[in-house]
């Protein structure tokens, strides 16, 4: 007997595993990549966490698809941000059920807990969860399974509904007192999952974006990180500090070109390659003044411009 559970790293994805490994039930675990993920060592911490509980991990990417079809156009709207929780919930059991046909598991499993999040885990909204991940009855959320109607793997003995729990709300107490049992005391997770669609300012950047120029998986991480200016409708990004660079230097998409100093230390920038001469200027100057010089070459795409220091006040009204 097999199950397949929806794993985040977090911690109530891992007592999930934990509970139906108890049960002498075989669990591989899928972690669903949608590009949002606040943490960039995320993969590496998933394979630690996957060993340490002893499950073969699969890994999905799926960020283009995701915004293709979810991100901007979710059936059950969004959270307090630009959060489409239950339709990235419903799509998340969609990939799980695909993973389980092709494994050959049984059942599905998530760390879900009714009343935890106020958007996707009210109980009107794991109904709807379930209903539109065409998984009905194979979605067993060990945590709070005595608060939930008996799923197939309940119904047919595979699992044994006694031996899970009936946890619900925002308290963590029976958790955290589950990982000090378990021994996964450093399985745990920040507000909202990790997810920065939950965070307003960044969600506040990716809508500026998709209205304005657009928006594709390759402009993910890029929103991450820098500074984000609009200027008469165009934009330009300015890394904060050296660890922000290579993520601003390597970005490989089609609507911004790289500006970087020419022979002095300083930030990387992007700025949209269709922004007129003036806009790309005034972007020179402000890679300068973000350095220690007064004045200096940039690189912006394949052509240098003299930058000139100005006070950086002057840029605060182009801030996103």
């Known amino acids: 007997m097999k199950a397949i559970a929806l794993f985040s790293g977090g911690l109530d994805s891992a007592l999930a595993v934990k509970l139906i490994q108890e049960q002498n039930i075989e669990v591989e675990a899928l972690y669903i990549d949608i590009g949002f993920e ?29 915004i293709k079809t979810i991100l901007f156009s979710p059936k059950y709207g969004y959270g307090k941000n630009l959060n489409p929780c239950i339709d990235c919930h419903a799509n998340m059991i969609r990939i799980a059920k695909e993973y389980m046909d092709k494994t050959g598991a049984k059942f599905i499993i998530n760390g879900e807990v009714v009343g935890q999040r106020p958007m996707s885990q009210r109980l009107p909204a794991m109904n709807a969860v379930t209903n539109l991940s065409g998984a009905k009855g194979l979605i067993l959320r060990p945590l709070s399974a005595k608060l939930l109607p008996p799923t197939v793997p309940e119904i047919k ?15 963590r107490k029976i958790q955290l007192e589950l990982a000090k049992k378990y021994g996964i005391e450093d399985f745990i997770e920040s507000p909202g999952g990790g997810c920065l669609l939950t965070d307003a300012n960044f969600s506040k950047r990716v809508k500026d974006l998709k209205n304005n120029i657009g928006f594709t998986y390759k402009e993910i991480e890029i929103s991450k990180v820098g500074r984000h200016f609009s200027i008469n409708g165009y934009k330009i990004i300015i890394s904060r500090n050296k660890d922000e660079n290579p993520v601003l230097k390597n970005y490989s998409g089609e609507i911004f070109e790289i500006m970087k100093c020419d022979n002095f230390p300083g930030p990387v920038g992007l700025i ?20 220690k010089q007064n004045k200096g070459e940039i690189i912006v795409g394949n052509k240098k411009l003299t930058g000139e220091k100005k006070d950086k006040k002057e840029f605060a009204k182009y801030l996103i």
């Open 38 to 66: 606040a943490n960039r060592e995320k993969k590496e911490f998933l394979k630690s966490a996957a060993d340490k509980l002893g499950v073969k991990l699969h890994i999905a990417d799926i960020r283009d698809e995701y």
């Open 157 to 171: 003995g595979w699992v044994d509904r006694e031996k899970l729990l009936g946890i619900s709300g925002r308290e």
């Open 272 to 291: 949209q390659k269709n922004a007129p001469e003036n806009i790309k200027q005034l972007a020179a100057d402000m890679m300068v003044s973000y350095t």
